[in-house]
């Protein structure tokens, strides 16, 4: 199917004259800077925090752009993956009256961001149990106005990945734009759909520096795309919506590449054991299988079982109220220690 980003793309964001920053307007690192009405005699902690940061990040893109493989141009860096999320929203979503398709049980996020952009939200729910697309009825769904469906894979809170022949369908027979979800793509053991985008120029990618980086606290999601659509990211964001802060810092994270590669063959390690381990328990029903770093287990009695947890200071998901996961809670993967601590007090209960 013909995708034609002219096509879906509101007429608002279309005709839309950016805001230019004054570090959009000159460029240079030298000079005496009267341009910005920053507070020239400096900042009270002793950097250069009185300055606003790059607007486009581009050192961080670039160390990125290193590690993914990929251009800067086809790189988004946002305050968090939920402000691509919410900006793929007031890009291509005229409000009352286009819409998105998810797939639930899946990231809670998609529904409030459609929800406050006043998107309507058509849902074709996963398959039971085996947490598989159901694409038969998300390619009825589609329709006209329908201007994004979402994936999560590894999906959150199940763990399971999605099959790709089921995600390419959908890519080959939608207008819009498929956002695939991979924040916890490094857990899984398929890789990212990143080199997919060369194929596909309505694929959209998220990934996050809040799970296997460790950086949840900097806040800083990422959006992989063609470029004329990170070029509609751009030109929607605020203007320095990446603090200094998080830029500096993330920037330095980075380096520490080996440190985090070693820690996703542990938590994956653990989860294994993990996983092993609650399923010997008299009141686990099922843990199902998972890419991410957190497993959705079915028990019994889900809620004496969270607040048993909670009286014993250990806080897991409560996940039961959920369509198609009902009985489940989701117990991310802490350290070995942690996670022994959950089996030695999971067994004494009851
Ligand atoms: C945790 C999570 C994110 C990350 O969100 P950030 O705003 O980048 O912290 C994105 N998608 C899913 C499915 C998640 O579970």
């Given amino acids: 199917m013909e995708f034609n980003l002219d096509n879906i793309l509101r007429e608002n964001i279309k005709t839309l004259k950016p805001y230019s920053s004054a570090r959009d307007e000159f460029k240079g690192k030298e000079g005496i800077f009267l341009d910005a009405n920053e507070n020239s005699f400096g900042s009270p902690l002793n950097e250069n925090y009185n300055r606003y940061p790059d607007p486009m990040q581009l050192d961080l893109k670039d160390k990125l752009s290193k590690i993914k493989g990929l251009p800067i141009q086809n790189i988004f860096l946002g305050n968090g993956s939920d402000e691509a999320i919410d900006i793929l929203f007031r890009a291509f979503c005229e409000p009352g009256k286009d819409y998105a398709i998810i797939c ?3 990231y809670g996020m998609y529904e409030v961001s459609a929800g406050i952009n006043d998107v ?22 589609i329709n006209n106005n329908t201007k994004l469906i979402f994936f999560c ?14 995600i390419k ?53 990422m959006a992989f795309a063609s470029e004329p659509i990170i070029d509609i990211f751009n030109k929607i964001k605020p203007p320095y919506n ?23 063959k542990e938590i994956v390690s653990e989860r294994e054991i993990l996983s092993a381990e609650l399923q010997n328990l008299s009141f ?26 909670v009286a014993k200071k250990i806080i897991v998901r409560d996940r039961s109220k959920v369509e198609l996961c009902e009985g489940c809670l989701r117990i991310t993967i802490g350290t070995k220690e942690e996670n022994k601590n959950l089996v030695y007090i999971l067994k004494s209960y009851k």
Avoid: M
């Fill in 284 to 309: 686990v029903q099922k843990v199902y299988p998972s890419d991410a770093n957190f497993i959705l287990v079915k028990t019994n009695d889900p809620q004496t079982i969270y607040n048993y947890l």
């Fill in 242 to 264: 990446i603090n200094a802060v998080s830029q500096k810092l993330a920037l330095k994270a980075l380096d520490n590449i080996e440190q985090i590669n070693a820690w996703i």
């Fill in 120 to 141: 309507a939200i058509l849902k074709v729910p996963l398959l039971p149990e085996t947490f598989q697309l159901d694409t038969a009825n998300i390619l009825k769904a």
């Fill in 169 to 221: 369908t959908i890519l080959e027979n939608f207008s819009g734009i498929v956002v695939i979800d991979e924040a916890y793509i490094n857990f899984a053991k398929y890789r990212s759909l990143i080199p997919e985008l060369l194929n596909y120029p309505n694929l959209v990618i998220l990934q996050t520096l809040s799970k296997a980086w460790g950086l949840a606290g900097l806040r800083i999601g």
């Fill in 153 to 166: 894979c590894p999906n959150n809170p199940t763990g399971n990945g999605v099959k790709w022949n089921d």
């Fill in 104 to 106: 639930p049980p899946t």
